[in-house]
């Protein structure tokens, strides 16, 4: 598939699809604030987009894994790759859930709240580690398609892909038509994201009507403190990484992967998401076919900063209600939990409240303090996917750069989708 400019894409006066979301996001957010009536008539809009999106990720996430394995016939390259990816994702969310806890310190977001812990409450259990290693593998393939559960799917497709490789000149055949497939699917996602501005204008304007100033006031604090502390990730960590270890603009960058970050600040699934995300990289970063439809599939479901900044803050946000001190142990405590937890919750449904809590039982705060920010949770949501949508790019960007499988001249390119 061509990886050329933007000429299809490019509607409404020669605008390009990024400024067109970004514009959309901003109406949304005017018309959910100013007209709350009509705001909900937009939801089956929202519905649409986002179906349509939902509709992708299954078989996306299939064939572009398996394609991309195939791509990569050196077995060493797929277990270096491997490596690196599940290597960055697991230092960025220990900077990740350690800058939620410096931004909750220098805050203090929840001082003065008094607020009394009454009886215990039972921590939802994570799965084992057994558990999650016999979950891993799906004893009926069509089962796991059916159920989208995209671990299964990816453990699959790494499974075929890697066995593909293996029978050589006689699976050309079989490979053939997963590439064929990919572009298909990729095609698809184009055409899907022509709706974008609209599908997020509706979105936006149905998560803001629904929660109108009078419900943020009163938790304005955290909230800013958890969007703060996002925006320091992704500009210190991301920007960081990939201006130090792949000497690559970060400004580039973020422009590369805006379609993907409001499509993910939209939806709040960075599944959702990935068909986007899947695009940015190939025609904007520039990241090749292979290292791309591995990476991000991964990414989409182990990589945690965004929730892990989200632990972090609301960890101190908790003990600062509460009037609780916490100890230099409790807070290592927290960033070695929320780090692993990120892994070890990997595809487990609700997985952001079975870490948080996680991490308050780990060092002993009340799990009341989650009742406080039920009500803005999605608010909160919206900020943690983005971050994780932009850490799966970012991990990318970064192995394809090492790998030397990411074209400079389009990552460069001012001509962005």
Same mark, same amino acid.
């Given at each position: 598939?061509?990886?050329?400019?933007?000429?299809?894409?490019?509607?409404? !006066?020669?605008?390009?699809?990024?400024?067109?979301?970004?514009?959309?996001?901003?109406?949304?957010?005017?018309?959910?604030?100013?007209?709350?009536?009509?705001?909900?008539?937009?939801?089956?809009?929202?519905?649409?987009?986002?179906?349509?999106?939902?509709?992708?990720?299954?078989?996306?996430?299939?064939?572009?894994?398996?394609?991309?394995?195939?791509?990569?016939?050196?077995?060493?390259?797929? !277990?270096?790759?491997?490596?690196?990816?599940?290597?960055?994702?697991?230092?960025?969310?220990?900077?990740?859930?350690?800058?939620?806890?410096?931004? !909750?310190?220098?805050?203090?977001?929840?001082?003065?709240?008094?607020?009394?812990?009454?009886?215990?409450?039972?921590?939802?259990?994570?799965?084992?580690?057994?558990?999650?290693?016999?979950?891993?593998?799906?004893?009926?393939?069509?089962?796991?398609?059916?159920?989208?559960?995209?671990?299964?799917?990816?453990?699959? /497709?790494?499974?075929?892909?890697?066995?593909?490789?293996?029978?050589?000149?006689?699976?050309?055949?079989?490979?053939?038509?997963?590439?064929?497939?990919?572009?298909?699917?990729?095609?698809?996602?184009?055409?899907?994201?022509?709706?974008?501005?609209?599908?997020?204008?509706?979105?936006?304007?149905?998560?803001?009507?629904? $929660?109108?100033?009078?419900?943020?006031?009163?938790?304005?604090?955290?909230?800013?403190?958890?969007?703060?502390? =996002?925006?320091? $990730?992704?500009?210190? @960590?991301?920007?960081?990484?990939?201006?130090?270890?792949?000497?690559?603009?970060?400004?580039?960058?973020?422009?590369?992967?805006?379609?993907?970050?409001?499509?993910?600040?939209?939806?709040?699934?960075? =599944?959702?998401?990935?068909?986007?995300?899947?695009?940015?990289?190939?025609?904007?970063?520039? @990241? =090749?076919?292979? @290292?791309?439809?591995?990476?991000?599939?991964?990414?989409?479901?182990?990589?945690?900063?965004?929730?892990?900044?989200?632990?972090?803050?609301?960890?101190?946000?908790?003990?600062?209600?509460?009037?609780?001190?916490?100890? /230099?142990?409790?807070?290592?405590?927290?960033?070695?939990?929320?780090?692993?937890?990120?892994?070890?919750?990997?595809?487990?449904?609700?997985?952001?409240?079975?870490?948080?809590?996680?991490?308050?039982?780990?060092?002993?705060?009340?799990?009341?303090?989650?009742?406080?920010? /039920?009500?803005?949770?999605?608010?909160?949501?919206?900020?943690?996917?983005?971050?994780?949508?932009?850490?799966?790019?970012?991990?990318?960007?970064?192995?394809?750069?090492?790998?030397?499988?990411?074209?400079?001249?389009?990552?460069?390119?001012?001509?962005?989708?």
């Amino acid at each position: 598939m061509s990886q050329s400019p933007t000429r299809s894409r490019r509607f409404l !006066g020669g605008m390009p699809l990024w400024q067109q979301i970004l514009i959309g996001l901003a109406l949304g957010v005017l018309v959910g604030l100013l007209f709350k009536d009509v705001a909900p008539l937009l939801a089956p809009l929202g519905a649409l987009f986002l179906n349509a999106i939902k509709m992708l990720i299954v078989p996306l996430v299939f064939v572009s894994l398996v394609a991309g394995i195939t791509c990569m016939q050196d077995t060493a390259k797929l !277990g270096r790759i491997s490596a690196k990816t599940i290597a960055i994702y697991l230092v960025t969310t220990a900077f990740a859930v350690s800058i939620g806890l410096l931004f !909750g310190a220098l805050f203090t977001p929840g001082e003065g709240m008094n607020m009394v812990a009454s009886a215990t409450t039972e921590a939802k259990q994570a799965p084992s580690l057994m558990q999650i290693l016999v979950g891993l593998v799906p004893a009926n393939p069509v089962a796991a398609f059916a159920e989208g559960n995209i671990l299964q799917i990816i453990v699959f /497709a790494i499974a075929l892909g890697v066995s593909m490789n293996l029978v050589g000149e006689k699976a050309a055949p079989a490979v053939k038509l997963f590439n064929s497939l990919a572009e298909v699917f990729y095609k698809l996602t184009d055409l899907v994201m022509r709706f974008a501005p609209i599908g997020v204008f509706a979105l936006i304007a149905g998560v803001v009507s629904a $929660h109108g100033i009078e419900v943020l006031l009163p938790l304005a604090g955290v909230i800013g403190v958890i969007y703060l502390a =996002s925006i320091a $990730h992704l500009l210190l @960590v991301y920007g960081g990484l990939l201006g130090l270890f792949a000497r690559l603009s970060p400004l580039r960058f973020f422009q590369s992967i805006a379609p993907a970050l409001a499509v993910a600040f939209s939806t709040s699934s960075s =599944s959702g998401t990935l068909p986007v995300s899947i695009e940015c990289a190939r025609k904007n970063l520039g @990241v =090749s076919e292979g @290292v791309a439809g591995f990476v991000l599939p991964v990414g989409a479901t182990i990589n945690m900063d965004g929730t892990a900044i989200y632990q972090g803050v609301l960890a101190l946000f908790i003990a600062q209600a509460f009037g609780i001190d916490l100890s /230099a142990g409790q807070y290592l405590m927290i960033i070695l939990t929320a780090t692993l937890a990120s892994i070890g919750t990997a595809g487990v449904p609700g997985a952001g409240l079975i870490m948080l809590g996680l991490v308050l039982t780990s060092v002993g705060l009340p799990l009341e303090g989650v009742a406080l920010i /039920a009500g803005i949770d999605r608010i909160l949501d919206m900020a943690r996917t983005t971050v994780n949508v932009a850490g799966d790019l970012m991990t990318t960007t970064l192995v394809g750069s090492s790998e030397n499988e990411l074209d400079r001249d389009i990552y460069n390119s001012s001509n962005k989708e």
